[in-house]
Nanobody
Framework: QVQLVESGGGLVQAGGSLRLSCAASGRTFSGAAVGWFRQARGKAREFVAA????????YYADSVKGRFTLSIDNTKSTVYLQMNSLKPEDTAVYYC?????????????????WGQGTQVTVSS
């Protein structure tokens, strides 16, 4: 089982930036995938970004494409989400997700692992 711990959330003004971190530990990541989801108050959890652990290709939701960047530091087993040009509608709890395949991660499948979440609030 993978353990995931997110950090880096906070309060930022519209147009600002934040970088979220997700420290992973537990089972190895060979061939696995990681991703980020978010859940705004009163709304369903939605996909933000995902990537295979050993790939340089990331996939993004249309709402964040061009503004958010997912990256991985293999030496630290840490996944980052760099968020630029933040908007009030980006306000949500952000969750890290890890699974055995990219398809599982992209839908937050039941066999994937979740972190506890970190709050991001963007003021207008």
């Amino acid at each position: 089982q993978v353990q995931l711990v997110e950090s880096g959330g906070g309060l930022v003004q519209a147009g600002g930036s934040l970088r979220l971190s997700c420290a992973a530990s537990g089972r190895t990541f060979s061939g696995a995938a990681v991703g980020w989801f978010r859940q705004a108050r009163g709304k369903a959890r939605e996909f933000v970004a995902a990537r295979r652990w050993n790939s340089n290709v990331s996939y993004y939701a249309d709402s964040v494409k061009g503004r958010f960047t997912l990256s991985i530091d293999n030496t630290k087993s840490t996944v980052y989400l760099q968020m630029n040009s933040l908007k009030p509608e980006d306000t949500a709890v952000y969750y890290c997700n890890a699974g055995s395949t990219l398809n599982i991660v992209r839908v937050g499948g039941p066999t994937s692992s979740w972190g506890q979440g970190t709050q991001v609030t963007v003021s207008s």
